[in-house]
């Protein structure tokens, strides 16, 4: 049995990512989905984040197609992963993650339904400054 967090490939593979939500984001994931089913479908979807970064024949062998964007904002750099599947109520969930490479975590930022392809400031300054605060609570050792 392979040990937890690792694959079960050769030595010289690394470490599964952890992915965790900020307390923001699981506070507002209480209203963002219609049923329990729809819920653990995006957690399914979350959980391929773990092995992180995701190429095109990784996601193959994983049976998914993610589809994310690396976004800039204020200086800080994170992630979109647009969700749209029939497991869905509405289309064009976003989640917004980042990669924190030195504790392989991936963060969830925020998730909200989003009507237009578009990405308001607002959404991105809200990330921003999301990603700033988790960064100086991980420095004070106050999350790990």
């Known amino acids: 049995m392979a ?16 992915v965790r939500p900020t307390k923001q984001a699981r506070r507002e994931s209480e209203d963002l989905f219609a049923s329990e ?3 653990l479908w995006v957690i399914s979807q979350l959980k391929m984040l773990r092995h992180w970064p995701l190429d095109t024949r990784q996601q193959e ?16 750099t994170f992630y979109e992963l647009r969700l749209d599947d029939e497991h869905l109520h509405q289309k064009n969930l976003r989640v917004f993650f980042w990669v924190h490479d030195e504790s392989r975590t991936i963060w969830i930022m925020h998730g909200y339904w989003k009507k237009t392809q578009r990405l308001d400031d607002a959404v991105k300054t809200r990330v921003a400054r999301r990603i700033k605060n988790l960064k100086g609570s991980i420095q004070d050792g106050s999350i790990r």
């Open 3 to 18: 040990e937890e967090g690792k694959g079960s490939g050769s030595q010289t593979e690394k470490p599964l990512f952890r």
């Open 37 to 39: 089913r729809e819920e």
């Open 61 to 76: 062998a994983l049976g998914s197609d993610l589809d994310f964007s690396k976004v800039h904002h204020r200086k800080e």
